[in-house]
């Protein structure tokens, strides 16, 4: 989160663009890669997020306590050709994934086989996001996303291929943002099957950007750009052919230069695969440490121009963030089905365990809980499909919302089947028992809280969307490097903004009974999101009020405002999807009334803990941590040597190492 938008507020408001299409700019770099400021970093991250709202949000609306239902209101529907085309693929995927792959072997053997490989292209599979003109299936996110989680329920592994391929990789890119030459010459390849992988991370830039080291010195020619550095956990790099590889530009006289985004060919002279990295889960994904020294890459491979690689990454990730969500609900649906089986079957003291009230908690959370998150992928994915709405919000909300919930419903499964849940499958089956693997979805899950944004990152992701209207009529107010020109023209803003919008956080359609009625029994839960979307925004506007320029600094309360949207929003979705199918699918209101009961629990806890908490005791506490004052609690215990560094250090040079790069032989 930083005080500004693009180092001033927009002109008009929050609900204006800003008179200058940024698109295209790049951030200064920093003089130094890997020596950057904090106001260095927040600069780079700021120049490349979306800065204007052109289409509506249901997201950006509720964090302004502005309850706008009828942005989902009625339930979205899909294309029926969309849907035809949807369900064939899906039925000739499932008898694929049954009969031809064995997901007990790929953990096992921490691979995924050739013949899988060979069958996945055969279907297209590899090309399911890529349109049917360059070869591809053209599927819609919805069913995509459906695929994604049959694949995950089957082998998390092929999950992670084809989703890192397809959502980050090089086709999602190049659908946004490529030329049509571009599309032409790549797209094909991928849809039959070539693998793509997206390197950004290095051994010491996770995410922050302006650290990037990685660079791309423009040939004397012109004809190209020679890349040096090591890029680490790219997944699909031991089998990827092409690559999306993010780089540094210098700048130079008439070259702005910046953070760039090329498509690389993945066998090109001086890549070198350094590694396969091996993990707690995803046992089967391939993924690697790379490094490339002085890979030439033609002018004609750069993905929408210099210093728009941040900028492409995050776009992308708009609707690439959506298959780590649809492998969270394949693990609950998942869940479900062995929690219900096994509570159902297993006796203690004369009855079923999950007729025990402390077991049937669980069952409750993780049926309703599956519910809320699959409603949510659903909606983001229909949203997603119809260009007419931004979803940078709403995706980023469901996939931090799914990746730690999962997580949750996989801990509570593994109590609900005690030691058998810490038992592996092998060892069930060897015994005569039915081998489900709950120890390795425990393992394979615990990623998603990391993968494509960590939980922590995506609260203040999600907190700078959420107060974006805030920073555009009044950052320069808190803006330290403001003139006292700019403060007096933002607080102009700020006050004819404020004096519109205050008064509308006062009352709202929440507080009368009759609201929400053709929604019958789940109508007193809009009423409550709608009351508690307010609430949530005269609270921000409150804690922005009081810490100003700090605000950025106050992590664990953005957090707090973060997940109370989230649970508003999932609320908010299960609700008209269980209105909408209430003729054919009854149950669903149950479902969406059970889980709107648990949330509201949730809420009413984060929001106490927004003003009572040991947030700054806490923060106090980990300074002295950190300088060593409590070492003395270590002893007692053998720790890890010392003797090698925790970030591992590297300097550009060509490589020492063996190549193990893994081509897939053609098929017999």
């Known amino acids: 989160m930083t005080t500004t938008q693009n180092g001033r507020p927009a002109p008009d408001g929050p609900d204006s663009e800003s008179a200058a299409d940024t698109a295209g700019a790049a951030a200064p770099l920093p003089s130094e890669a ?24 249901f997201g950006k609306e509720l964090f302004l306590g502005r309850f706008r239902l009828d942005l989902i209101d009625p339930w979205p529907r899909s294309d029926p050709d969309d849907v035809a085309r949807g369900e064939e693929f899906l039925g000739r995927f499932r008898e694929f994934l049954t009969s031809e792959v064995d997901g ?103 995410s922050d950007p302006a650290r990037l080291a990685t660079t791309a010195e423009p040939t004397e020619d012109g004809t190209g750009y020679r890349l040096n550095g090591v890029k680490l956990w790219a997944t699909n790099g031991i089998v990827a052919t092409l690559l999306v590889v993010m780089a540094r530009v210098p700048a130079a006289e008439g070259r702005r230069g910046g953070i760039t985004a090329f498509v690389v060919d993945g066998d ?16 089967g994904l391939e993924n690697s440490l790379t490094r490339f020294h002085d890979v030439f890459v033609p002018a004609e491979n750069v993905i929408g121009g210099e210093g728009r690689g941040l900028k492409i990454a995050l776009t992308t990730l708009n609707t690439g ?26 006796v203690q003291w004369g009855r079923p365990v999950g007729e025990h009230e402390a077991v049937a908690q669980k069952l409750s959370f993780i049926a309703a809980t599956t519910y809320g998150m699959e409603t949510m992928l659903d909606l983001c994915c229909l949203l997603a499909d119809d260009d007419r709405n931004d ?47 709950v120890e390795q979805v425990l393992r394979d899950l615990r990623i998603n809280r990391i993968f494509e944004g960590s939980t922590e990152i995506m609260h203040l992701l999600i907190a700078r969307e959420a107060v974006d209207a805030h920073l555009s009529v009044a950052g320069d107010i808190i803006d330290p490097d403001a003139g006292l020109g700019r403060k007096a023209r933002a607080g102009a803003r700020a006050g004819a903004f404020y004096a519109r919008w205050l008064p509308t956080l006062a ?17 007193a839960h809009l009423r409550q999101v709608e009351r508690s979307s307010r609430k949530l925004a005269r609270s921000t506007f409150y ?11 106050k992590q664990a309360f953005l957090g707090r405002v973060v997940d109370i949207g989230a649970e508003l929003f999932a609320m908010s979705a299960v609700c008209v999807r269980a209105s909408a199918e209430r003729d054919t699918r009854p149950e669903n209101v149950e479902l969406a009334d059970l889980f709107c009961r648990q949330a509201r629990v949730r809420v009413d806890a984060l929001f106490a803990a927004l003003w009572d908490n040991t947030d700054s005791v806490d923060t106090a506490a980990a ?25 591992a250090r590297w300097s550009p040079g060509p490589s020492t190492a063996e190549d193990v790069r893994r081509r897939i032989p053609p098929k017999p």
């Open 34 to 57: 890997g020596q950057v400021s904090e106001k260095e970093a927040r600069r780079v991250a700021e120049a490349a997020r979306e800065s204007t709202w052109d289409r509506p949000s």
């Open 104 to 206: 007990a072997a790929i953990e096992r053997d921490a691979s995924i086989p050739d013949s899988v490989f060979h069958g996945l292209a055969d279907l297209g599979a590899f090309g399911m996001k890529i349109d049917r003109k360059y070869g591809g299936l053209g599927l819609s996110n919805l069913h995509y996303c459906r695929a994604l989680m049959l694949a995950g329920s089957v082998s998390p592994a092929i999950g992670a291929l084809l989703s890192a391929h397809q959502s980050i990789g090089v086709p999602q890119p190049l659908k946004m943002f490529g030329t049509a030459e571009q599309k032409q010459r790549f797209l094909p390849r991928l849809a039959a099957g070539e693998v793509s992988a997206f390197l950004l991370t290095e051994p010491d830039v996770g």
């Open 268 to 283: 090109s002279a001086g890549i070198t695969v350094e590694r396969r990295n091996e993990f707690v889960g995803l046992r």
């Open 321 to 346: 963030r959506l298959s780590l969500p649809a492998m969270c609900v394949g693990a609950g649906k998942w869940s479900l089905n062995v929690a219900r089986g096994w509570a159902a079957d297993r």
């Open 391 to 437: 979803i940078r919000i709403e995706a980023a909300l469901v996939k931090l919302y799914a990746s730690e919930m999962a997580w949750k419903i996989a801990d509570e499964l593994i109590q609900i089947r005690g030691g058998r849940g810490y038992e592996t499958a092998d060892s069930l089956a060897a015994r005569g028992e039915r081998p489900a693997n």
């Open 507 to 523: 009352v709202g359609r929440g507080q009368s009974p009759s609201a929400y009625a053709k929604f019958g029994p789940l109508a």
């Open 543 to 553: 804690a922005m009020s009081r810490w100003q320029g700090k605000m950025e600094r």
């Open 623 to 647: 300074k002295r941590i950190l300088a060593g004052r409590y070492a003395g609690l270590e002893e007692g215990v053998v720790t890890p040597s010392d003797e090698l560094p925790w970030v």
